[in-house]
């Protein structure tokens, strides 16, 4: 069945489509200094793009789930917020433009983060883990190793506290999972195997933006 009754389950059912979201030759770039400047840049503008519009899938989040979800999901929103102004002074430091215009994977993943606002509780739950467990593992995996100055950007994403709050929406998700319906269980994994797919072509934006 194509149903997601778990995370886990999810996981182990699309372990290629999940290999090749958090496996790419942008972040192996990365880890052995073969990154170009251009090329991290052009990634790093459409993903400070993301993280804003992702703040707005965190808000719809907030408006469906329990109440005792709610300290996590708010500890999330300071980290976001944190990364927004992390972003801009970044930005700044590497001369970066501030009005670039979104590349199609990066508008593709904003429209289907705002489809997935729309989603019940549970999908929505799903896709949101998803989104951070993939960011988080991707760069965690391929930390070590990794020189200046990128090994500082690849910390702040795949550091310990992250894998903690990512963990902590896993459960979260598990939750609503046991709780939904089978048609919300089939269409959470079909949003997941979406994600993949965008977090796989987020990375390639790298290459495609030269
Ligand atoms: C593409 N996925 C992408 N960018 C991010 N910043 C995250 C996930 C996690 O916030």
Known sequence: SLMATSCSALLAANTEAWHDATHHPFLEACQNGSIQTAQFDAWLVQDGKFAREFARCLGALL???????????????CALHDELHWFASLS??????????????????TQFMEDCSKQPYAVHAVVFWAIERAYNESWSKHT???AEPYRTYAQRWGFEGFSTYVGQLEALADEALVAASSAERDQAASLFRQVCELEREFWAMAYSAQ
């Open 63 to 77: 408006t469906k789930a329990p109440s005792s979800s709610i300290d996590l999901l708010l500890g999330g929103a």
């Open 92 to 109: 700044a430091e590497r001369g970066l433009p501030t009005d670039a215009a979104p590349h199609p994977t990066c508008q593709r993943y």
């Open 144 to 146: 070590p190793g990794m």
